[in-house]
């Protein structure tokens, strides 16, 4: 197997991780796991992006100011956009089915859900930002909205960023 495709050397082990699967085996594990993270956000990033196509035909909409209607055209971009990214490697699967090349799509698939899950905070914290400013002020929509990025970031990048730093430093020095 490995001569027909020298890019993905089968092997028995990873010898970094305790699972005992071929090379082919942790690519179709870490293709699955996509997929359920994918689902998950998918699910999410299509109801608000329904949900903000909508808004345009409730009555209050003529209300809004200018900085709100702009806010809210950008808002639909970047809902369209995270959708579009989040769905892109079910679609990039579609095209690469039986070319015996999981590595690149589960490669590339890890790098769209990223760019899905950093549009689709911008769009979640920019929804909060929108409302809040209707509902109450424009200064509070704008404090709600860093407010919401600034959770979603720590959640998101800065927390697991702390936990693979804590997991090498006791993995070195061999402590539970």
């Known amino acids: 197997m490995a001569a027909e495709h020298p890019q993905a050397p089968e092997q028995d082990f990873d010898p970094t991780d305790d699972r005992r699967e071929t090379f082919t085996e942790r690519m179709d594990r870490n ?32 209300d809004l100011d200018d900085y709100q209607h702009d806010l809210y055209l ?15 490697p079910v679609a990039i699967h579609r ?20 760019a899905g899950l950093l549009v689709l905070a911008l769009v979640l914290s920019g929804s909060a930002m929108l409302l809040f400013d209707v509902v ?15 959770v979603m970031a720590s959640a998101w990048w800065v927390l697991p960023k702390i936990v693979t730093r804590w997991a090498a430093r006791h993995d070195a020095d061999g402590s539970p």
């Open 95 to 114: 095209a690469l089915f039986r070319r015996r090349l999981k590595r690149e799509l589960v490669t590339i698939g890890s790098w769209f859900a990223r």
């Open 31 to 62: 293709w699955d796991e996509l997929l359920q993270e994918l689902r998950v956000t998918q699910t999410g990033a299509q109801i608000l992006t329904g949900f903000l196509l909508t808004i345009p035909f409730q009555q209050r909409f003529e």
């Open 74 to 88: 950008v808002l639909v971009l970047l809902a369209v956009l995270a959708t579009a990214l989040i769905v892109a």
């Open 136 to 150: 109450l002020t424009r200064a509070a929509g704008r404090w709600v909205g860093l407010g919401c990025l600034v």
